[in-house]
């Protein structure tokens, strides 16, 4: 094959390329034919779950706890769902327990909400089940807490009462109105 048969031939394949690119991408046909986890990700879960457990041993524990708990704050703040609901608590209530199975109660004489998140993997797309530390639920505790301070708009107290990491079948968050 001369230079010039060896252009059209890659030219040809090229244009096809482009072409196939406007007809949009084939559907899977069998299983295999489903991409590779990116390994970016796990690599990042790998690096996520090592930073929290060097976090939880270090002596200023507590400290590192804010940090991970502004994460969250910082979480919540993107996924802007409580914003939709300022002083709608009922209607956030329903859509978390639509979205995503969150069971919810409300002891509005005690001003104590509860949070049961619904069985099943972690939800946070950089926890690896296997390796990382409850410690990273404090994640979650500044995800509760920046939501239902915007719906609530007052300062909350938010513990965690059961971690999947932790364990637990369920995460189980108590909320007080401050």
Excluded: H
Aim: aromatic share 8%; glycine share 10%; charged share 25%.
């Amino acid at each position: 094959m001369d230079r010039k048969e060896f252009l059209k031939g890659a030219c040809g394949l090229g244009i096809c390329g482009c072409a196939l690119n406007f007809l949009g991408k084939p559907e899977k046909l069998r299983a295999e034919d489903a991409a590779p986890p990116d390994q970016r990700l796990a690599f990042a879960r790998y690096q996520v779950a090592n930073m929290v457990g060097f976090m939880a041993a270090d002596a200023a524990a507590a400290a590192c706890a804010g940090i991970i708990e502004k994460t969250g704050r910082e979480c919540a703040k993107l996924g802007q769902l409580q914003v939709k609901f300022k002083g709608d608590p009922e209607g956030y209530f329903a859509a978390i327990k639509k979205a995503w199975g969150t069971d919810s109660t409300w002891d509005k004489e005690k001003g104590i909400i509860t949070i049961a998140v619904s069985e099943g993997e972690c939800g946070c797309p950089l926890v690896d089940s296997k390796r990382t530390p409850a410690f990273w639920c404090n994640c979650s505790v500044g995800y509760q807490k920046e939501s239902f301070e915007t719906i609530f708009g007052k300062p909350m107290q938010v513990s965690l009462k059961e971690s999947k990491l932790g364990g637990s079948k369920r995460c189980i968050f108590e909320v007080k109105l401050s």
